[in-house]
C-alpha cells in the first residue's frame, strides 16, 4: 500500500517512544521507505539500534556525527520525504517548531522539508492543556499541519486525562490516508453542519431528533483527507470530531447553528447542509422546571429558521448542498426543496428503507440537481457516501 513511498519519522523524548517502534515495524509491512531522527532525548528511552532494525535504514540523532554519506544530511532526508511524522511529539519540539527553532537534526529537517508534516503529541495532560502549548498548535494547525489527537487515560506519571499518544494503528491509518487519498479538494474551504438540534422546554427537558451526526461527519472526515479546509458545525452527538479539522463548533439550537453558518459563510466556498434541524421551538422557555399536574401540558410551537432557506438567499456564487430525509413522497418532497432553497443538489434518503436511517453507518441515496437529474445508488457505507457527494462537488467546483 504504501509501496514507494518514503516516511521520515521523527521521535522525541518521551516515554510513548516506544510505540514509535510499532508504527515503523507496520509502516514497513505496508512497502514504506522509513528514515528514523531521534532527539538526544529520546535515545534515554529506546536504543536508535532498535529503530535501525526496523526500519533497515541508519539513524540520525546527532547533527555532529560523522556523515555516513556525502549528502548534507537533514537536506537530503527533508527532500526525500514524501510524509514528515512526529511520533511522539512533546511539548517542546511542539514549541520549537512552532516558533521556528531548529536547534537539533528533527527540527532542522522539519524546517527543510516541503512534505506535509503529521504530528502525533504525547505529554502530561496539564501540560497539553497549557494554554502555550495549545496555542502552539493552533498556529501550526493554520500553516498546514497536522495533528494527531490523544488520547485519553492513565499517563505515564500516574494521572489520567487526555495526552496519551493515540495508538500505532490509529497513527499508521492516518498515513495512508495522507499518503494514498486523492488531494483534488486542497485548498477548498468547506463548511458543514451535523447531527441534530436541541431545542429547550425547560432547565431538564428538551425537544430533538434522532439524528446520530455519523453522515455530517463522515463527509467531514472524508473532505479533510482529500485536503479540504473544514468547518464542522455540529449539534449533540456521541461522536468523536474527524481529525484535523479547521474548526470545530459545537451548537445546541437551530439558532445556534444559523448564527455559526452565517458567521462563517464569507471563507467558505462550499455548503453542505446534512445536519437534522429542529424545524419548530417552543414558543416560552421556562427556567423553572415545569411540574407534572393533573392537567394535560400544552407547549406552544414557534418555527426555526429554515438554514437551508435563509443560506440560499444568500450563497451567491457558493455552492450549497442539500438533505432530505423522509418517509413518504421522497422524489416530489426533495425535488420542491431544490428550488425552494436554490440549491445546487440534494442528497435524499428514504428513511423507512433498512440500511438507510438515522443511527447506522450506511445510507441509500438519490442524489438530484438542480435540472432534476436523479442519481441512484445501493447501500454503501457513509464513508462511501461521503465520496459521492464530494465527487459531485468537486466536479461543480472545476466548471
Keep these: 500500500m504504501l509501496k514507494n513511498k518514503t516516511i521520515v519519522l521523527g521521535v522525541s523524548g518521551g516515554i510513548a517512544a516506544y510505540k514509535a517502534c510499532d508504527v515503523v515495524s507496520k509502516l514497513k509491512k505496508l512497502g514504506a521507505n522509513v528514515h528514523v531522527i531521534m532527539t538526544k532525548s529520546s535515545v534515554e528511552f529506546v536504543s536508535p539500534l532498535t529503530f535501525q532494525s526496523l526500519s533497515q535504514n541508519y539513524v540520525v540523532s546527532d547533527m555532529f556525527e560523522e556523515p555516513r554519506t556525502w549528502e548534507v544530511e537533514h537536506i537530503s532526508l527533508a527532500k526525500k520525504a514524501d510524509l514528515f511524522l512526529i511520533v511522539p511529539a512533546t511539548a517542546n519540539v511542539i514549541g520549537k517548531i512552532a516558533n521556528g527553532i531548529s536547534d537539533d537534526m528533527l527540527t532542522t529537517t522539519v524546517m527543510a522539508t516541503k512534505a506535509p508534516i503529521l504530528i502525533a503529541p504525547a505529554m502530561n495532560t496539564n501540560m497539553y492543556e497549557n494554554p502555550i502549548v495549545q496555542r502552539n498548535i493552533e498556529n501550526l494547525k493554520g500553516l498546514g499541519y497536522r495533528f494527531i489527537e490523544p488520547d485519553s487515560g492513565r499517563l505515564a506519571c500516574g494521572d489520567t486525562g487526555k495526552g496519551k499518544l493515540s495508538t500505532p494503528e490509529v497513527i499508521v491509518d492516518e498515513v495512508v490516508s495522507l499518503l494514498t487519498k486523492n488531494q483534488d479538494l486542497k485548498g477548498k474551504n468547506i463548511i458543514i453542519t451535523a447531527g441534530p438540534t436541541l431545542e429547550k422546554i425547560d432547565p431538564v427537558r428538551y425537544l430533538t431528533n434522532r439524528s446520530s451526526g455519523k453522515m455530517g461527519y463522515a463527509i467531514a472526515g472524508e473532505a479533510v483527507k482529500r485536503g479540504a479546509n473544514v468547518t464542522l458545525v455540529s449539534g449533540p452527538t456521541k461522536l468523536n470530531p474527524p481529525q484535523n479539522l479547521k474548526k470545530f463548533i459545537q451548537i445546541e439550537s437551530a439558532q445556534e447553528m444559523y448564527e455559526a453558518v452565517v458567521r462563517n459563510l464569507e471563507e467558505n466556498q462550499v455548503i453542505i447542509k446534512s445536519a437534522a434541524v429542529a424545524d419548530y421551538k417552543p414558543k416560552d422557555y421556562s427556567d423553572k422546571k415545569i411540574k407534572k399536574s393533573d392537567d394535560d401540558l400544552v407547549i406552544r410551537l414557534d418555527r426555526n429558521k429554515d438554514i437551508a432557506y435563509e443560506i440560499g438567499k444568500l450563497k451567491e456564487n457558493r455552492i450549497l448542498v442539500g438533505f432530505a430525509a423522509e418517509t413518504n413522497d421522497l422524489i416530489e418532497n426533495a425535488k420542491g426543496k431544490i428550488k425552494r432553497k436554490n440549491l ?29 437529474n436523479i442519481t441512484e445508488y445501493p447501500k454503501m457505507k457513509k464513508e462511501e457516501v461521503a465520496n459521492v457527494i464530494l465527487d459531485k462537488i468537486k466536479v461543480l467546483l472545476d466548471k
Design 344 to 372: 445546487d443538489f440534494i442528497v435524499a434518503n428514504d428513511l423507512t428503507q433498512e440500511g438507510a436511517g438515522f443511527g447506522v453507518d450506511t445510507n441509500i441515496i438519490k442524489t438530484i440537481d438542480a435540472q432534476g
